[in-house]
């Protein structure tokens, strides 16, 4: 079983950049599909990136795409998420989890071991 913790998150001004990361415990990490998600005010926990356990394939949500990146470090144990051009509408709490399906889901069911998350806040 893996536990993740995130972290990296903070109040940044519209434009900025944020680096997140989630660190993670445990043995199968090296083999685990992991993702992050976000969760706004009032709004449901969304899909947001993901990434195979080589690192080699990598799924970005298209309202995020060209300013998103997902990326690992196996020898780490850390998920990263780079976040670009932050606009108030990236404001959230951000999640990383470990995959339990075959294949990549963008819903909730197919994720497990969630973080405590990382609050990020864009001021414009």
């Known amino acids: 079983q893996v536990q993740l913790v995130e972290s990296g998150g903070g109040l940044v001004q519209a434009g900025g950049s944020l680096r997140l990361s989630c660190a993670a415990s445990?043995?199968?990490?090296?083999?685990?599909?992991m993702g992050w998600f976000r969760q706004a005010p009032g709004k449901e926990r969304a899909f947001v990136a993901a990434?195979?356990?080589?690192?080699?394939?990598?799924y970005t949500a298209d309202s995020v795409k060209g300013r998103f990146t997902i990326s690992r470090d196996n020898v780490k144990n850390t998920v990263y998420l780079q976040i670009n051009s932050l606009n108030p509408e990236d404001t959230a709490v951000y999640y990383c989890?470990?995959?339990?399906?075959?294949?990549?889901?963008?819903?909730?069911?197919?994720?497990?071991?969630w973080g405590q998350g990382t609050q990020v806040t864009v001021s414009s």
């Open positions: 445990g043995r199968t990490f090296t083999t685990a599909r």
């Open positions: 990434i195979e356990w080589s690192g080699d394939s990598t």
């Open positions: 989890a470990v995959s339990n399906s075959r294949s990549v889901s963008k819903a909730l069911a197919g994720w497990t071991g």
